[in-house]
C-alpha cells in the first residue's frame, strides 16, 4: 500500500445492510459508505459498487433502505449480505426482517435504527456509483452502538488459524518430518533411525 492508500484506509465508516427489491424478489447487500450530506432537507449519500446487482436494481428503482448495524450483528450476517450475490441467492431466507412503507426489507435484528430513501441523484464516479438520496422515513429499534468497520475488523471478523501441519515425529529424537506420507526407506537425518520409530503427529 503506498501512502494515499494508507491515507485512504484511516477513514472511519460504518457498516450497512442496504436493501432493495428489483420487482420480483428482496435483496441487500453490505455497504460502508453512507453519509448523510444535509440537515435540511435531510438527505443521504450511499456508493454502492457497479458490479453488486444492488448496483443496478437501486438505480432503476430509484429506492433503497438502509440499515444501521449494530455491535451484536454476529459474522452470519455479514456472510450472508456480503459474500454472496443477489444474482443466484435468496438473502432474506433465514433472516428476521418485514416490510417497511416503501415495502423494502428492514432487519429486526442486528441493526439499531433505518432510513428509507429516495434517490434524488445518481452520480457516475467510475467503479461505484454515487446515490445522492432524501430521507423518506426512518426508524430507531434501539440504543446499541453502531457497528464501525474497525469494531468488525476487531471483534467480528474470524482470525486466521494458524494452519496446521501433518507429519511424523522421530520417537528417538524428537525430529518432525512435515508430509501426509513418510517415505518407507525414510531415514532420520539427525538420529539415523528408521521410518518404523516414528510417530504420526499434528502441530
Ligand atoms: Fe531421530
Do not use: W
Not at 130 to 150: H, P, Q, R
Amino acid at each position: 500500500m503506498n501512502d494515499m492508500d494508507k491515507a485512504l484506509f484511516k477513514i472511519g465508516y460504518g457498516l450497512y445492510v442496504v436493501t432493495s427489491n428489483d420487482g420480483n424478489k428482496d435483496n441487500g447487500l453490505i455497504v460502508n459508505s453512507v453519509m448523510q450530506l444535509t440537515s435540511s432537507p435531510k438527505t443521504v449519500a450511499v456508493a454502492i459498487n457497479k458490479q453488486n446487482y444492488s448496483h443496478d436494481v437501486i438505480r432503476d428503482t430509484k429506492k433503497m433502505n438502509v440499515n444501521i448495524l449494530n455491535t451484536d450483528a454476529p459474522f452470519s450476517v455479514f456472510k450472508n449480505f456480503g459474500f454472496q450475490s443477489g444474482r443466484n441467492a435468496d438473502k432474506f431466507e433465514n433472516v428476521k426482517s418485514g416490510k417497511a412503507q416503501n415495502g423494502l426489507q428492514v432487519l429486526f435484528e442486528n441493526i439499531n435504527a433505518f432510513l428509507c430513501l429516495e434517490v434524488r441523484q445518481y452520480v457516475d464516479m467510475g467503479s461505484h456509483g454515487l446515490f445522492i438520496c432524501d430521507v423518506t422515513d426512518a426508524g430507531v429499534l434501539n440504543d446499541k452502538e453502531t457497528m464501525t468497520y474497525s469494531y468488525y475488523q476487531q471483534n467480528v471478523k474470524p482470525k486466521p488459524q494458524p494452519e496446521k501441519k501433518k507429519g511424523y515425529v522421530c520417537k528417538i529424537c524428537g525430529y518432525f518430518y512435515e508430509g501426509e506420507e513418510l517415505p518407507e526407506d525414510f531415514v532420520c537425518p539427525t538420529c539415523k533411525h528408521p521410518a518404523s520409530d516414528f510417530e504420526k503427529a499434528d502441530f
